[in-house]
């Protein structure tokens, strides 16, 4: 009599031997078009992995799209030694990332690897790369101010934890500066930047002169210059959310810069061009305005037992230029923005935040109403004399003519003043209210004194 039960676990310990080397089909590679690749016979989903064989050894190489038998993939590395016919084998395990409390001080690249020297990173988890997002409902509330060190944006345009603010700059008005000012000056736990599509060099320049020494023990940096292949730069943006969403699981605060979310736009734009997706707005196809809220949404406050993901995507404005699609599309979908003017910069004006095209959507939830109210009261002093400084300037404007006017003149250099701050310098959130405090009540006397004149 055949034994059933017997046969059955067999069968089951059979499988389970053959499963980890279990056969996939490999393609071949027909056709080489820039940066993609294309291959049939190959059964592999979206998003997967496949091994390109070169002259130079294995490509790692993933799936970015199909059409009927054709597959297209896109390479990790250079495409150098890729031949025609080449074998192309879909890889059975997905590509994993390896998180542990190590990655504090170190440098990775787009997909985790080290890049600083040190070592293999020792991993206690390791996280699939399509990490689900939070429910919506699940999220805490954002009700606590975050410190970043930085006087002007702790007054005007407090930021809360687990907000999700927008930095618009175009290139050399100082945004890596104030990014570097933030990390050394913020009360978060940890500090997690993505450099996404930057000159090399300036990836060095940052993590040793503009992050230190002191930020970086309690930093993480991603690297993914301006060299290295669309899908690397993309997936180098990625990585950095998902090492956020891991300290964030640990009950930490997070400080999440990102620097360009530009960058990653135009790398998404290289691949869905590559495989025939069809421009939409300025050459952007519809899947690059798909991707920005989804990388935006992952961060913000965790659940219950969660900490928080505060993040601050820096924007590239093109000829400074606000209205570009990307910069349009940020700004609809951030929690605020912070704008950074080149007249300002030009003048030696650092940092230089234009507080008057700046806002912070949640400041008002997180900052009491005598904050709100000195913060509103400066800003109306300050616009007042933005709007009389050409006529201030070539001495149309006679004294005594408005008492507002003449408080704005007097009061400039110590806005000025107060809205400035040097690089090493962290002014903390308490004493840039206190200073803050300090201008309005200068403010009131200087009225006080010219109602006495009259």
């Not at 990585?239 to 605060?253: K, P």
Request: hydrophobic share 40%.
């Amino acid at each position: 009599m055949v034994d059933i039960t017997r046969i059955t676990e067999r069968l089951k310990n059979c499988e389970q031997l053959i499963h980890p080397h279990r056969i996939s089909v490999a393609g071949r590679l027909v056709r080489v078009v820039g940066l993609t690749l294309e291959a049939v016979g190959v059964k592999a989903h979206v998003g997967s992995q496949c091994l390109v064989e070169t002259a130079h050894g294995d490509l790692i190489a993933e799936v970015v799209g199909f059409s009927q038998d054709i597959t297209f993939l896109m390479p990790e590395q250079s495409l150098q030694g890729v031949s025609p016919g080449a074998r192309v084998v879909p890889l059975s395990t997905k590509a994993r990332l390896p998180l542990s409390m190590d990655l504090l001080g170190r440098v990775v690249d787009g997909v985790g690897k080290p890049l600083d020297g040190k070592g293999p990173i020792k991993a206690s988890e390791s996280y699939q790369r399509d990490s689900k997002p939070i429910n919506p409902l699940s999220r805490r509330a954002i009700s606590e101010p975050l410190d970043v060190g930085v006087r002007s944006i702790n007054s005007f345009l407090t930021v809360g934890i687990g907000q999700r603010m927008g930095l618009f700059a175009g290139s050399g008005v100082g945004k890596s500066v104030l990014l570097g000012m933030m990390t050394r000056g913020t009360s978060a736990d940890v500090i997690v930047v993505g450099l996404i599509g930057e000159r090399g060099r300036e990836v060095k320049e940052f993590i040793e002169e503009i992050l230190g020494e002191e930020g970086r023990k309690r930093s993480v940096v991603v690297a993914a210059p301006a060299d290295n292949s669309p899908l690397m730069r993309l997936k180098g943006c990625e990585t950095a959310v998902q090492i956020s969403e891991y300290f964030r699981d640990q009950g930490l605060n997070v400080l999440l810069l990102i620097d360009s979310v530009t960058r990653y736009a135009q790398a998404q734009r290289e691949i869905a061009l590559a495989v025939g997706e069809p421009p939409a707005t300025k050459g952007y196809p519809p899947s690059v305005f798909s991707k920005l809220p989804q990388l935006v949404e992952r961060a913000g406050n965790g659940g219950d037992g969660q900490g928080s993901i505060t993040a601050f995507f820096t924007v590239l404005t093109e000829g400074d230029d606000l209205q570009d699609p990307i910069a349009d599309a940020a700004r609809a979908i951030l929690d605020g923005h912070i704008v950074l003017s080149r007249s300002l910069a030009d003048s030696g004006h650092y940092p230089a935040v234009d507080i008057e095209g700046s806002i912070s959507r949640v400041m008002p939830m997180v900052t009491s109403d005598e904050h709100q109210q000195l913060s509103r009261q400066l800003r109306q002093v300050y616009s007042l004399y933005q709007e009389n400084k050409d006529l201030i300037s070539i001495g149309a404007y006679s004294r005594g003519t408005d008492p507002r006017i003449d408080q704005a003149i007097d009061l400039q250099p110590v806005i000025q003043f107060f809205l400035q701050q040097k690089t090493l310098e962290v002014i903390p959130y308490d004493q840039s209210l206190a200073q803050l405090q300090e201008i309005l009540a200068a403010a009131q006397a200087h009225a006080q004194n010219n109602q006495q004149a009259q």
